[in-house]
C-alpha cells in the first residue's frame, strides 16, 4: 500500500505544476489590466508605470510565474489588487463558510442519494424507479439559480417561513440562525447532487444485481434487502467514491451560482467578485487552492479504490 501511495502522490506533483502554468497563463491571456484598478485621472504616464514596477508586472512573464510560485509555495498568495488585503487572509476568513455550506449539501446527498438509487434499482422499471428517475432528471435538467430563485420566491417571499439571504441576521450569532440561513442553499444543492449521484449508483447497482455471485446469493435463500447491503453495496462503493473525490474542489471553491443567489458570504461569492474586479491574485488563489484540492481528491479516491478492492493495486 505505501509503495502504491507514493507512485500516487509521485504522478500528483507534475500535474500540480502544470495546472500552475496553466492556470497563470490563463490568467495572463484574460483581457484587462490589473494596473487599472490603481490608475486615477490625475495620474501621470510615469506614476502609472512605477505602480506597474511595483506589482512586479514589467518583469518577463516567465520570471513573473516563478516569483508567484515561490511565494506560494511560501504560503504567500500575495494581496489584493482591489482592497490591497493578504489573499490568503480573505481565503481563510471565506472558507468556514464555504465548508459548512457544501459540506452538508454533500454528506446530505450521499446519505440520501445510496439508498434511494441502490433501492430504485433493485425495482428496475417498476412505478418507483420511474418515479425516482423523473425525480433525477428534472433535476439534472433545471438550472440551479432558477431553481433557488423559486425556493426564495416561495419560502421567503410568500410564506415568510425562511430568511432569503446571507448568512446571519444581523446582531445574532446562534448556530441555530446559521442553520434557518442555510436550509434553502443546501436545498438547491441536495436536489442537484442527488440528481447526479442517483444516476451513477443506479446504473451501478443494475449492472452488479446481473452478475453471477447476486444470482447464487438468491439461490441460497438471502433476501433483496440482504443482497443489496451485504454484497451489492460494497461494489456500489466505487461510483461513490469517484463521486467523493470529484467533490473535493467544491469544498474550497463552493459553488459560485448557488453562493450569489443567496448571497452567502462563502469562496464562490469571493470568487465571482474577483472576477468582474479582475483581482487576479484572489483569482489565481482560488484557482490554485480548487486544483490542489481536485489532485488531492483524486489521490484520495484512488487510495480509497486500493482499499475496497486490493486488484486496483496491482492495476495501477
Known amino acids: 500500500m505505501r509503495r502504491y501511495i507514493l507512485r500516487r502522490v509521485g504522478q500528483a506533483v507534475p500535474l500540480l505544476l502544470f495546472i500552475s502554468i496553466i492556470s497563470f497563463a490563463l490568467i495572463k491571456l484574460a483581457p484587462g ?14 506614476d502609472v508605470e512605477r505602480i506597474r514596477q511595483n ?4 518583469k518577463p512573464v516567465y520570471v513573473q510565474y516563478l516569483l508567484w510560485l515561490k511565494n506560494v509555495l511560501s504560503g504567500d498568495l500575495g494581496y489584493s489588487i482591489v482592497n490591497h488585503r493578504p489573499v490568503m487572509e480573505q481565503i481563510l476568513g471565506r472558507l468556514p463558510a464555504t465548508v459548512g455550506l457544501m459540506g452538508a449539501g454533500l454528506l446530505l446527498s450521499l446519505l440520501i442519494s445510496i439508498p ?11 412505478p418507483i424507479d420511474r418515479i425516482l428517475s423523473l425525480f433525477s432528471y428534472i433535476g439534472i435538467s433545471i438550472p440551479s439559480f432558477w431553481f433557488g430563485i423559486m425556493l426564495i420566491y416561495l419560502f421567503a417571499v410568500k410564506l415568510h417561513w425562511l430568511p432569503s439571504m446571507g448568512m446571519r441576521t444581523v446582531g445574532s450569532d446562534s448556530i441555530l440562525d446559521i442553520i434557518k440561513h442555510g436550509i434553502l442553499p443546501v436545498t438547491v444543492l441536495l436536489y442537484m447532487n442527488v440528481s447526479v449521484y442517483m444516476r451513477y449508483i443506479r446504473s451501478n447497482t443494475i449492472s452488479q444485481l446481473e452478475e453471477d455471485y447476486v444470482q447464487i446469493q438468491y439461490a441460497y435463500g438471502s433476501t433483496t434487502g440482504t443482497v443489496l447491503w451485504k454484497h451489492v453495496f460494497k461494489n456500489v462503493l466505487l461510483p461513490v467514491i469517484t463521486i467523493l473525490g470529484m467533490s473535493l474542489p467544491e469544498l474550497i471553491a463552493g459553488a459560485f451560482i448557488t453562493e450569489s443567489v443567496f448571497s452567502w458570504p462563502g469562496m464562490g461569492s469571493l470568487g465571482i467578485t474577483a472576477v468582474y474586479g479582475l483581482d487576479y491574485p484572489i483569482i489565481m488563489g482560488i484557482t490554485m487552492l480548487s486544483s490542489i484540492m481536485l489532485v488531492v481528491g483524486n489521490l484520495v479516491a484512488d487510495i480509497l479504490y486500493g482499499v475496497v478492492d486490493p486488484r486496483i493495486k496491482t492495476m495501477g
Do not use: C, H, I
Open 33 to 46: 489590466d490589473p494596473v487599472l484598478s490603481f490608475v486615477t485621472p490625475n495620474m501621470g504616464a510615469e
Open 116 to 126: 434511494l438509487s441502490m433501492y430504485a434499482g433493485s425495482r428496475k422499471n417498476r
Open 55 to 58: 506589482l512586479g508586472l514589467d
